[in-house]
């Protein structure tokens, strides 16, 4: 985490709020789950937030993951790094990012590299990345896929006869008017002659 004062006041308050929401629940379920996943000699961080950020904060886990979930020889990050150097580490991430949007995180999912690196929201990691990257993996590998799918085109096909005859008909939407007509309407702007 970066070296900062104390908050205090609005600022305070909304550190709070991010803070209430860590679930620690969640949190060792995620650690399992990816520990599962990777299948490889990674060590259980200890409990809590900060060790949870220090644990993925090099990137080296993070990675391990989503080559995980790629069959053998398709892994989208070749080259994993030991560097204790920050921006090989904050590359890492950055990395992993790009590989989860291609795996089908959505864009709008994906947190910022910053956002890990300084510790400023814990909980966003795993609302952001971590825990659509565990459906979609729960939902392509389970027989009862826990989310919804999403929607797939559905393209349809009408006659030239079809569309002209959809031309012909009012819209529900669009209402009636009843007979009612602009005439003796004014430009607008122009003030209405009362005589």
């Known amino acids: 985490m970066a070296n900062r004062g104390p908050s205090y006041g609005l600022s305070r308050e909304v550190q709070e709020k991010i803070e209430q929401k860590y679930d620690a629940d969640l949190e060792n379920k995620l650690v399992d789950w990816i520990i599962l ?38 892994e989208p990050i070749p080259k994993i790094s030991e560097s204790k150097m920050a921006f090989k ?36 990691l795993w609302d952001c990345a971590l825990r659509p990257l565990h459906f979609a993996h729960l939902f392509l590998y389970s027989p009862s896929p826990p989310l919804p799918r999403k929607a797939q085109q559905n393209r349809r096909g009408f006659s030239e006869e079809q569309l002209r005859q959809g031309q012909n008909v009012i819209g529900l939407q669009m209402g009636s008017n009843k007979g009612a007509s602009q005439a003796g309407m004014t430009g607008y702007g122009m003030p209405r002659q009362i005589m």
């Open 89 to 124: 580490q904050m590359e890492q991430i950055s990395q992993f990012l790009k590989a989860a949007e291609i795996y089908g995180v959505r864009t709008t999912d994906i947190f910022q590299t910053v956002d890990l690196w300084e510790g400023k929201q814990p909980s966003g």
């Open 37 to 74: 996943q990777c299948a490889e000699d990674i060590e259980h961080p200890p409990p809590g937030r900060a060790h949870f950020q220090k644990w993925l904060m090099d990137g080296t886990v993070l990675c391990k993951l989503i080559n995980s979930l790629y069959p053998p020889g398709q």
